[in-house]
């Protein structure tokens, strides 16, 4: 069964830090792009971060949002792509999923063969 699993997520006082895991069961990573997006209340799901496969270019890209405070990164021995998020803000506060697209990132949501089930991220104190 293909399936992307997300966890990490919490409650996270602001200023704070937090991980966020995508791991992937029954295909392998290795030739997938793997996006974050988020979804706060009453708002449209929106890219986070995205990591191209290794058999690209390995790159990563964020959104103006988050850009020098989340790192995006994967390690395809363990099937598993991460989401480092430090100088966490109320803002940041939503649900966020991991998805899969073959080779190279899109903004294209619609192009994500695979997602998970998301996980919550809650900025607050």
């Known amino acids: 069964q293909v399936q992307l699993v997300e966890s990490g997520g919490g409650l996270v006082q602001p200023g704070g830090s937090m991980k966020l895991s995508c791991s992937a069961s029954g295909f392998t990573l290795d030739y997938y792009a793997i996006g974050w997006f988020r979804q706060a209340p009453g708002k449209e799901r929106e890219g986070v971060s995205c990591?191209?496969?290794?058999?690209?270019?390995?790159?990563?890209n964020y959104d103006d949002s988050v850009k020098g405070r989340f790192t995006i990164s994967r390690d395809d021995a363990k099937n598993t792509v991460y989401l480092q998020m430090n100088s966490l803000k109320p803002e940041d506060t939503a649900v966020y999923y991991c998805?899969?697209?073959?080779?190279?990132?899109?903004?294209?949501?619609?192009?994500?063969?695979?997602w998970g089930q998301g996980t919550q991220v809650t900025v607050s104190s």
């Open positions: 990591i191209s496969s290794n058999s690209d270019t390995g790159s990563a």
């Open positions: 998805a899969a697209v073959p080779w190279r990132c899109t903004p294209t949501s619609h192009a994500y063969d695979h």
